[in-house]
């Protein structure tokens, strides 16, 4: 008995400083992830419809002009992920969109009237992003911003799924976790909502240039700790 | 073998002439056969005869080159061999193809044309002969000369005719004063007018040129990795024959063309890369219509530019959605 109080005296010091840093949040911890956003669209390039000219120059004969974009629209999401320690983390995931793919197609030469020509596409890209949480801003025990980088593959196909696109996408972002619950030494070890604001380069896929686009993209989402 | 003189003339010229579309066809028992070499390589002899400027051997060069443009499409299988120079005319209907210079003074509007002998039945092309018009002057020169037609070029437009093509329609022309129409840009060799003196841009085949002579004569995986589209075109509810159907794809620039070839207004363009494209429907009236079709009179030109409403998407094979265009009276 003696021993143990001892053991319970030496331990209360240590305690305060433990209780300053230790996190609310598991870490440790599988977490999947489920939600949905919105993806902005982004010019995916002009082209002309070119003719060859009937001169010594190469300069062509415009036939008519296309201007090509894909709209924004609404994204789901699932994901998984590991946080080694309260700070550091990793993910991956599965991001689904069916934007529409639309055509702008005005000077023609024999003046026809301008028309907006479309298809829907659907977009897949998986990525895989590590996540910094910003321990430092937190608000309260249960609330963390967080930044996040990653990369993935791009995977577009058109209407009617016959033809299949392939591209890359990097992403840099951040957001903010919310813990609705962390509890530990449980199967469910904490469940909260998380909200992710990223900017995201794709290359290749359907895309009428060469260059990466740049999407704006907002996410909100539900998550699950075990 | 029955055979029978094709009497259609094929021709890149100054204004009009021939009578064909993408691919000529025989019709014999009610059955229509696309005309084409079944054999191959496909000989060809050089006539001896230059002209002011060619001497023979420049002639044979030019045509070789021109031979070997074609023959150098990947997804195409015809190929020729020069079988040596003859005394023999073009158009002796000797089973022989030969190819030379021959004075038409009267056909002023006419650079050089092309005809055949072929098997009815079959639709199997058994000789082509081409002749180029001295009534014109001709180049050679590496870069062409302002004064002169380049030989080449037209060459590689007759070959196209040669090898079993007709013409394309993508192209646009203005109307000169004297009747006459003036090039002021086209996405074909195989465009019937003829761009112009010291021009040298059309001895380089473009997308609709390649799709044709792929679709002739394919080889490799050309159909199942090229696409097909589809449709018909209406105006007021009926079929349109002869509207001139094109395809752009934004990610190449290609132009790739073709006609309603029916009634029924229904169309078919082969060869297309997988991916979206913008169709377009126009009239024929940047050429003659008899440029295109033995019975221009039934050919309805009538109507304004109409793009379809919805980009199509070729696949990789085959044809995708059915494209239907409603075109609008002009």
Same mark, same amino acid.
């Given at each position: ?20 840093t ?24 002009s ?5 060859r000219?009937?001169t010594?120059t190469?300069? &062509?004969?415009?036939?008519? %002009? ?5 709209? #924004? @629209? =609404?994204?789901?999401? *699932? ?19 069916? &934007?529409?793919?639309?055509? %702008?197609v005005?000077?023609?030469a024999? #003046? @026809? =009237?301008?028309?907006? *020509? ?32 990653? @990369? ?29 619950m ?10 909260g ?21 740049p ?12 | ?32 056969r696309?005309?084409?070499?079944q054999?191959?390589p ?14 023979a ?28 120079f ?14 030379g ?8 509007r006419?650079l ?35 004064n ?24 646009e ?23 112009g ?8 085949l ?25 449709g ?24 790739i063309?073709?006609f ?46 109409t ?6 998407v070729?696949?990789?094979g ?13």
């Amino acid at each position: 008995m003696i021993r143990l109080v001892a053991i319970a005296i030496a331990l209360i010091p240590a305690l305060p400083a433990a209780a300053q840093t230790r996190d609310a949040v598991p870490a440790g911890r599988l977490e999947v992830d489920a939600g949905g956003g919105w993806l902005g669209g982004a010019s995916l390039g002009s082209d002309d419809a070119n003719l060859r000219a009937a001169t010594a120059t190469p300069a &062509p004969f415009r036939l008519f %002009s296309v201007d090509t974009r894909l709209q #924004s @629209a =609404p994204t789901f999401h *699932v994901k998984a992920g590991f946080s080694f320690n309260p700070r550091f983390g990793v993910e991956g995931g599965l991001t689904y969109g069916h &934007p529409e793919l639309r055509a %702008s197609v005005s000077n023609d030469a024999e #003046s @026809a =009237p301008p028309i907006a *020509v479309a298809e829907r596409i659907d977009q897949y890209s998986f990525d895989a992003s590590v996540i910094i949480m910003i321990r430092e801003l937190a608000i309260g025990q249960r609330t963390r911003p967080f930044v996040s980088g990653g @990369a993935g593959y791009l995977r577009e196909l058109h209407e009617g799924q016959t033809v299949v696109e392939q591209g890359r996408v990097f992403h840099l972002g951040g957001g903010v976790k919310h813990w609705l619950m962390a509890r530990d030494r449980r199967f469910i070890s904490g469940a909260g909502i998380r909200m992710d604001a990223r900017l995201y380069l794709m290359s290749g896929g359907i895309a009428f240039d060469d260059g990466p686009r740049p999407h704006g993209a907002v996410s909100g989402s539900v998550f699950v700790s075990f | 073998m029955k055979v029978a003189l094709l009497v259609c003339v094929c021709v890149a010229i100054l204004s009009q002439d021939a009578a064909a579309y993408l691919q000529f066809t025989t019709s014999a028992g009610g059955q229509t056969r696309v005309l084409k070499w079944q054999r191959t390589p496909v000989r060809w002899f050089a006539a001896d005869r230059g002209a002011a400027g060619v001497p023979a051997s420049d002639f044979q060069g030019a045509m070789a080159r021109a031979f070997a443009t074609w023959e150098a499409v990947p997804t195409a299988s015809i190929a020729f061999q020069f079988a040596g120079f003859t005394g023999a005319q073009p158009f002796d209907d000797d089973g022989v193809s030969v190819l030379g210079f021959q004075d038409h003074p009267e056909m002023d509007r006419v650079l050089g044309a092309t005809g055949f002998l072929i098997d009815t039945l079959t639709g199997e092309i058994v000789e082509s002969d081409i002749f180029f018009n001295t009534a014109f002057l001709w180049s050679t020169a590496a870069q062409g000369d302002p004064n002169r037609f380049d030989l080449e070029s037209v060459a590689l437009h007759e070959i196209g005719h040669f090898s079993g093509l007709g013409h394309s329609a993508i192209g646009e022309t203005e109307m000169r004063p004297d009747g006459t129409r003036r090039v002021l840009g086209s996405g074909a060799v195989m465009f019937p007018i003829a761009m112009g003196r010291g021009i040298t841009q059309d001895r380089e085949l473009q997308p609709d040129d390649v799709a044709g002579i792929s679709d002739l004569y394919p080889a490799g995986e050309f159909r199942e990795s090229t696409g097909v589209a589809r449709g018909r075109i209406t105006r007021n509810g009926t079929g349109l024959l002869g509207a001139h159907v094109v395809a752009f794809n934004p990610a190449t620039g290609s132009l790739i063309a073709s006609f309603t070839l029916n009634t029924d207004g229904e169309f078919e363009l082969a060869g297309l890369r997988p991916g979206p494209h913008i169709i377009r429907v126009e009239p024929i009236d940047d050429a003659g219509v008899d440029s295109f079709f033995n019975r221009p009179s039934a050919i309805d030109v009538g109507f304004l530019v109409t793009f379809y409403d919805r980009l199509y998407v070729a696949p990789r094979g085959g044809a995708g959605e059915r494209v239907t265009v409603a075109v609008r009276p002009r």
